[in-house]
């Protein structure tokens, strides 16, 4: 079951290599049964200006989440989006997209939810592979249909909801967003009212690490060897303790949560999905302000 | 949503978005993407003249250039937007308002709907985030506009 993992030498010190592909690799197996290869983007056109041959489209916004409730679809509505797209439950899935792999990340959350075993991430995303002149097609395939279990939603292991953070106050925090977001100094636009959150600021106690310092200028991760001198060196996080990260909508932070648990091998980390955009309107919850993790309120 | 009039050439592409089904919408913003026309070298080779616009996820910049008028409502503007072509979602909107805000005058750009961004069927399609940087856009022209004028 599944393809063979990438033995590129670069990943061979990440705690789970096997869930990152080389451009190299995928280039290899392109068109391999059991290989399923999909673009997420934050750009709902980019896929259709070009995308590596064979690889089919889902969009964060519009085939992951619930159109009503804010929430992810359920265990049917994944399972249709994905039977339509040709995809079988023990297809090797490798997922990839613009902005350092950053929605394509948290594809790869969503589908860890729904407990789809073997998922990789392309590593570099769609600006490695365009950089190296790899080819690209504008040809959509049309996959034949598959019958894609409807599998239960599992929100207990990866995801952390509002009151999960509130009893965890005092644990690991990583808040991911920018310096500014981080500190709640206000952006403020000319002719343009904030939006998004009623407070600026952060949950107490949580430790600034801006999602794309895990990344090089190329797009693809940061050595082990880096990556433990932020989160472990740098900002004291302990890998046997649990983590919740969380960003604004839980975009970004599902690029982090990937980081600290696949590629350093935290035992325990969720994504708090509800990120700023929930804790930032809450009514009567903790906020600490400027650029230090702050105080924690005593329970 | 409210009913306020647009102009003409305005009116015409937000009938051409709702004439479609949401997939072919998708495409004509790609189309107006495509279309969106380079600076004009007095701007290409002078990035610091144009206005960042931080409301889109991707490096937008415009500037816009107001003519001579007696009354100044009545002056001719001109807008020149660029976005990157890893963004063709910001670059269909930068089109769009390219192609129908042209050959406007001050106060006529000023009339434009604030909610033009939602009249064009896009709402389910594309994220908010995107819409809002569209906003974005229209409002800093708007500003520019003004600011010109009343100079």
Redesign the interface.
Known sequence: MGLPADTDPSFADYAHPERLVSTTWLAEHLGQPGLAVVESNEDVLLYSTGHIPGAVHLDWHTDLNDPVTRDYVDGAGFAAALSQRGISRDDTVVIYGDKNNWWAAYALWVFTLFGHEDVRLLDGGRAAWIAEGRELTTEVPTPQPTEYPVVERDDASIRAFKEDVLAFLGGQLVDVRSAPEYSGERTTMPDYPEEGALRGGHIPGAQSVPWARAAQEDGRFRSRAELESIYLQEKGLDPSQPVIAYCRIGERSSHTWFVLRHLLGFDDVKNYDGSWTEWGNAVRVPIATGDQPGEVPQR | MTDAELPGAFAAIVDDFQALTEPDR??L??EF?EGLPDLPERYADHPELLEPV??C??PVFLVVEVGEAADGADAPVEVFLSAP??????R?FAGILTEGLAGLTASQVLAVPDDVPHRLGLD????PL?L?GM??ML??I??QVRERVAA
């Open positions: 998708l495409q913003l790609l993407a931080p409301e996820q991707s072509r890893e963004s063709p979602t910001t269909g389910r399609a594309v994220s995107r809002r906003a974005g409002g800093r708007k500003r």
